[in-house]
Every structure is written in C-alpha cells, then in structure tokens.
C-alpha cells in the first residue's frame, strides 16, 4: 500500500526492504525518491491517508519542512523519501545491505529497477501496507 501510494505520485525507485530477520524494531522501510520537496511531501501525505485507511497510525515524523528527507514511522513500516543527492548520501540500500527487497508489481505494470528479490513474510498485514 505504501509503495503503491508513493507510485501513484510518481515517486522514483521506489523499493521495500524486509528488515524482519535483521532488526526487532521495524519490520520494513519503504524507500522512494521525489522530484522536489512538493512532490516529496505530496508522496508522504498520500502514504499518511492511504496507511490511516488501512488502519495504520502514524507515530514519528521528520524532515517535513524544508527537508531533503522525509520519513514517517508507521512502527511496523518506515516510509523514506528522499531527493535524489540524499538518497545518494544516505545510501540506505547499502546500509541495510542485509534486508530482503522485496519485488513490487506496482498497478502501472512497472518493476521498480532496483526492487531484485521476493521472499514471503510472516506477518502478510504489514507486507501488504508496505507494498
């Protein structure tokens, strides 16, 4: 759901890691990437209405305001949006090396490029509102 939203809004490599065998304090991190601030908070208003919806309460945000960063802490999903040079800086992918990505099929038939594994989760509540 989370990453569908943030593809709707034409958020860019937009990729899902499972962090379910890495770390007991969230289950995963959707990353996305956003043209600009206004896009980069429109991405993040969405996944907020989408995920609410869904049942899901938002409980941590940051970089709302003139950030290159955004990210929303679902508690069992991390939604990130960055501009394309902090996504560099930051790297997250890397950081988090271990996780699983999860491949996504968002509605528009597109495979984001960087989205390479699928595995199966337990806890198929929090995958589906990640993907």
Do not use: C
């Amino acid at each position: 759901m989370a990453a569908q939203a943030a593809g709707d809004l034409r958020g860019k490599e937009i990729v899902v890691l499972d962090l379910t065998a890495i770390t007991p304090v969230v289950d995963y991190f959707v990353l996305a990437t956003a043209n600009s601030r206004r896009q980069m908070r429109a991405i993040g208003e969405e996944v907020n209405r989408v995920l609410r919806e869904a049942g899901s309460r938002r409980i941590g945000l940051e970089g709302q305001d003139g950030s290159n960063w955004l990210l929303q802490d679902y508690g069992d999903i991390v939604l990130h949006v960055f501009d394309e040079e902090s996504r560099s800086l930051y790297d997250l992918e890397h950081l988090w090396a271990d996780a699983t990505r999860i491949d996504l099929e968002l509605r528009t038939g597109e495979t984001p490029s960087i989205a390479e594994e699928a595995e199966s989760s337990s806890d198929s509540s929090a995958s589906e509102h990640a993907s």
